[in-house]
């Protein structure tokens, strides 16, 4: 999943940064709404989910996303504010918000929060990714097949999410790349294979099916 973080706080932006980075996530930070606004426009399809401050230089937050809806954007949008009143949360959430948070938060908290909106964004209700021989726990940060766990870097992990989240679709080196890399990181050209080889040394070379040229696709059966 990549996220945008829009948080003008430089302690609170590099800390969330720090710690989604950590989970596996790809991670964008700006830190005031013009540039939310900017990045929202250009790098549009790249994005899932937006950590939006309220208090911002240049543009509130309420007007990032009055707009982000006026335009008829759906991405997902988490409110992380220091504003705790009842009208604050009642505004955001009708202006079109996801969810709502206010600070000081746990980190732990934040992240079940995201597992939550990416379950719902994908219309499942069970938070385990299933095939018929891997399951994938987002909140336990585990992946087992046939009872055995695999130990997966948070890279791996990530990469192997990707595919699972679209069972059957082939997603291409450019989809996989903007789902684990932010665009601060120099990607290698191979990055994704080498990943990908790792990958299926682990949960086995049978499970990830290449067509050559287009992509790659979790297999879902067994």
């Known amino acids: 999943m990549r996220i945008l973080i829009v948080e003008d706080d430089a302690m609170i932006g590099a800390s969330l940064v720090r710690g989604l980075t950590d989970e596996g996530y790809a991670v964008d930070w700006v830190r005031d709404g013009g540039q939310a606004e900017a990045a929202l426009i250009d790098r549009h399809h790249e994005f899932h989910l937006v950590l939006l401050d309220l208090g911002l230089p240049q543009r509130d937050g309420t007007e990032v996303l009055r707009h982000l809806r006026a335009a008829g954007d759906n991405i997902l949008v988490l409110i992380i504010t220091a504003r705790d009143s009842l009208a604050d949360r009642i505004e955001g959430l009708d202006l079109g918000a996801d969810d709502f948070l206010v600070k000081p938060f746990e980190l732990t908290e934040l992240k079940a929060r995201i597992r939550a909106l990416a379950r719902r964004h994908a219309g499942r209700i069970e938070p385990q990714l299933k095939t018929a021989v891997l399951t994938l726990d987002p909140a336990a940060r585990c992946v087992v097949r046939a009872d055995r766990r695999i130990q997966l870097t948070a890279r791996e992990f990530a990469l192997l999410e990707a595919l699972m989240q679209r069972p059957g679709v082939l997603l291409s080196r450019t989809q996989l790349e903007s789902r684990i890399y932010s665009w601060s990181e120099a990607v290698e050209s191979n990055a994704v294979e080498f990943l990908l080889h790792g990958l299926r040394q682990k949960i086995g070379a049978d499970q990830i ?10 297999v879902t059966g067994s």
């Not at 290449?210 to 696709?217: A, M, P, Q, S």
């Open 209 to 218: 099916e290449n067509v050559r040229g287009v992509g790659w696709r979790i």
